[in-house]
């Protein structure tokens, strides 16, 4: 019998299988792997769902780099649009290509904050890999260089996504069925 909440129960139609999101992380890898080669690389990611796109997509990448984090809250405050440093990249990324890591752009609007904070560091570039892009909710436009796929106005779970911290560890992104949201 099904434990109440297991994702069983929470996760509805799958959009995108392990299999799918494993052959575009290659994908994405491999651009990356060509576009890098000879640079002094970076990825930094802003936790908690984004380590799960960066360790698959790390490891796709043969060449020799780096990863850092970051959390960020936004909505420090009450108010949305409020974005606050909680932990702080660990490295100087001055004079360092850097490559933002994202599981999920939406609005843009913290990921706008962050590009805005790192550049203020120096580094030689500063560019952006998302593996999912929710563009029918951006508020701030954004130069995503690397894009996994293009996504829906629908609440997802798994692969780094959550309901409540729950259910990032699914292989795989599902819709999210309306009874979980209650």
């Not at 998302?130 to 997802?156: H, M, N, Q, S």
């Amino acid at each position: 019998m099904a434990t109440p909440g297991a994702p069983s129960e929470v996760a509805g139609k799958i959009i995108f299988s392990d299999s799918e999101i494993a052959l575009r992380v290659d994908e994405l890898g491999a651009a990356i792997t060509a576009d890098y080669s000879g640079r002094d690389l970076v990825l930094v990611t802003i936790l908690k769902g984004g380590i799960f796109f960066l360790a698959d997509l790390s490891r796709r990448i043969d060449l020799p780099l780096t990863t850092d984090f970051m959390a960020v809250s936004s909505y420090f405050g009450g108010s949305p649009g409020n974005v606050r440093i909680t932990k702080d990249l660990d490295d100087s990324i001055q004079g360092r290509d850097v490559l933002i890591v994202e599981d999920i752009i939406d609005t843009g609007l913290t990921l706008n904050y962050v590009i805005k904070n790192l550049r203020s560091r120096g580094p030689a570039s500063l560019e952006i890999c998302t593996l999912l892009d929710k563009d029918v909710r951006r508020i701030v436009e954004l130069p995503i260089a690397y894009r996994g796929f293009t996504v829906a106005d629908r609440f997802l779970i798994g692969y780094g996504l959550d309901l409540r911290g729950r259910y990032r560890n699914l292989p795989f992104l599902a819709e999210l069925h309306e009874v979980a949201l209650l």
